[in-house]
Antibody, heavy 121, light 111 residues
Framework: QVQLQESGPGLVRPSETLSLTCTVS????????WNWIRRPPGKGLEWIGY???????TYRPSLKSRVTFSVDTSKNQFSLTLKSVTAADTAVYYCARERDINYMDGAFAFWGPGTMVTVSS | QSVVTQPPSASGTPGQRVTISCSGS????????VNWYQQFPGTAPKLLIYSNNQRPSGVPDRFSGSKSGTSASLAISGLQSEDEADYFC????????????FGGGTKLTVL
């Protein structure tokens, strides 16, 4: 069974860079589409984007200028970097895997437990 | 504000059938398949329905999905107290080089 686990700092200062890593176990990262999704307090889910094992990426249009994904197949990990954060980036961040190996359609079958990131001075 | 619209709240009594709608457009729900998630406080979302009406293994058949045109629905029959949760639809949107959009979410209360 595929398992995902997010890791990274729980507190980031405004204007700094948020960095998170998702470690995949029970399966290879060299397949499927790997996603980041967040849920701000009191709000709904927001898709941030995906990366494939080849490094192909697609990002949420409103975050495209600040976000970068990377993948490390040797460690079975993928990562998120979000620059110039503000309080609006405070959220629980989840990594997730698409259900289908061949295409992205928003069916995320496997999720990490989530990690809370607070942007505050 | 999401481009895919859900009612913010829904409610029902135990045993009832409730439906939650997901209204989109010709760039998302119209041409693409809809997925549904259930989320309890403090936990990760769980895939409930994929490809409009398919249930992953382990999801009770009390949960069903449908789609017509640019709208989709999640139905829960035989409502149980443990169904009280947030429900989200998700769909691929073909605009802006393609991206996933989530509905705003519906808080289901079991009275």
């Amino acid at each position: 069974q595929v398992q995902l686990q997010e890791s990274g700092p729980g507190l980031v200062r405004p204007s700094e860079t948020l960095s998170l890593t998702c470690t995949v176990s029970g399966g290879s990262i060299s397949d499927y589409f790997w996603n980041w999704i967040r849920r701000p307090p009191g709000k709904g889910l927001e898709w941030i984007g995906y990366i494939s094992y080849t490094g192909r990426t697609t990002y949420r249009p409103s975050l495209k200028s600040r976000v970068t994904f990377s993948v490390d197949t040797s460690k079975n990990q993928f990562s998120l970097t979000l620059k110039s954060v503000t309080a609006a980036d405070t959220a629980v961040y989840y990594c997730a895997r698409e259900r289908d190996i061949n295409y992205m359609d928003g069916a995320f079958a496997f999720w990490g437990p989530g990690t809370m990131v607070t942007v505050s001075s | 504000q999401s481009v895919v619209t859900q009612p913010p709240s829904a409610s029902g009594t135990p045993g009832q059938r409730v439906t939650i709608s997901c209204s989109g457009s010709s760039s998302n729900v119209g041409p693409n398949t809809v997925n549904w998630y259930q989320q309890f406080p403090g936990t990760a979302p769980k895939l409930l329905i994929y490809s409009n009406n398919q249930r992953p293994s382990g999801v009770p058949d009390r949960f069903s999905g449908s789609k017509s045109g640019t709208s989709a629905s999640l139905a829960i029959s035989g409502l149980q107290s443990e169904d009280e949760a947030d429900y989200f639809c998700a769909v691929w949107d073909d605009n802006l080089n393609g991206h996933v959009v989530f509905g705003g979410g519906t808080k289901l209360t079991v009275l």
